[in-house]
């Protein structure tokens, strides 16, 4: 039997490793206005000591983005426009049409979806589109608030507030003695992984962000964003077609030798408590929920999800669908660093 192949070449996915400052500025207004989260970034410390320095205008910039959860709306935007520059972000944010400008910023929900979302899009005005997408994120930690707000302010009030935050934001960081060396690092970062193998977007994911990722269905494009101010989070977002890591740059990168890392710091402060290194031992043993973690030590929920969002934020330990398990490969590595900080390896 003759076969006759008529199928076109196989389609991989774009894959690439973006950074400006203007991403970096974003990332930065999106982790010191993540409330819940805040006490385990980093610069956590530093960004209480800058609000009682910052001016009062970009303190209700701030506040503003907060509460609206808006800093999502500048990551999508960022994504479209791809903007090195603040000035450059401005401009093409106005070139966008109206139906462009709410297709960019509605979050993706489901292919099922779509069409739901794209009518809201050219409707910006019309609640009988928006308000059944906004159910779809009822719950959601941010998005059910994010689609309100959306509908609640005009695309000029967007852009006034957009513009304003990222300017002010800009401006303050830009002080920072820091500053050039974090963005050297970032754009280091960049050209190092140039002509990434699109082939083996898998290993490549891992390799230069961390993070097992399987290709998902309408994902054409895969964006790595390296960060500084996120640190040590990697964050998530996903579009119709485009998946973004923002992932934490080496922050051997960022310091001379004998300043010890960051993660070096928080790890041991982590371990540095009777109470999580108990939980870190018991989730050594085996995965458990909230729900058991809570009846075997006797604690609340609230207090619990304290520690091991810390312990979380060190690596040692990941949650997936509620259930929390340790990283003994992170707890590893974690003892050979120590080990070449002090000059043992």
């Known amino acids: 039997m003759k076969i006759m192949d008529a199928a076109l070449p196989e389609e991989t996915i774009h894959l690439s490793v973006e950074q400006s400052p203007v991403w970096e500025w974003i990332v930065g207004i999106a982790g010191f206005t993540h409330g819940q989260l805040r006490h385990t970034f980093e610069l956590d410390e530093e960004w209480a000591r800058d609000a009682q320095a910052m001016p009062a205008s970009l303190l209700d910039l701030l506040a503003t983005i907060q509460e609206t959860n808006l800093w999502y709306g500048l990551l999508l935007a960022q994504n479209e426009l791809g903007a090195r520059t603040v000035e450059e972000f401005s401009n093409r944010l106005a070139d966008l049409s109206d139906e462009r400008f709410y297709d960019v910023l509605l979050p993706y929900h489901s292919r099922a979806a779509e069409a739901l979302r794209e009518q809201a899009a050219q409707h910006p005005e019309d609640i009988s589109w928006w308000s059944p997408y906004e159910e779809l994120f009822e719950g959601h930690a941010y998005l059910d608030g994010y689609v309100q707000e959306l509908y609640r302010h005009s695309r000029a009030q967007l852009s006034e507030l957009f513009m304003a935050v990222l300017s002010a934001w800009q401006d303050w960081m830009s002080d920072k003695p820091y500053i050039a060396k974090w963005l050297q690092a970032l754009d280091f970062e960049e050209k190092r992984h140039r002509g990434l193998d699109a082939a083996n977007a898998r290993k490549e994911i891992e390799r230069v962000a961390g993070v097992d990722y399987a290709p998902e269905p309408a994902i054409w494009s895969v964006k790595l964003i390296p960060h500084v101010s996120y640190r040590p989070w990697l964050l998530t977002i996903r579009t119709a077609d485009v998946k973004l890591f923002f992932y934490p740059v080496s922050e051997q990168q960022l310091l001379d030798r004998e300043v010890p890392p960051n993660e070096l710091i928080q790890g041991h402060k982590a371990l540095g408590d009777g109470l999580r290194l108990n939980v870190l031992y018991h989730l050594h043993r ?50 050979g660093q120590l080990s070449r900080y002090l000059g043992q390896d």
């Open 286 to 335: 085996g995965p458990a929920s909230l729900q058991e973690l809570s009846a075997h030590f006797n604690i609340s929920k609230t207090t619990l999800h304290h520690q091991l969002a810390l312990l979380k934020a060190a690596k040692f330990i990941q949650v997936e669908k509620g259930v929390y398990s340790a990283r003994p490969e992170k707890l590893e590595a974690f003892s």
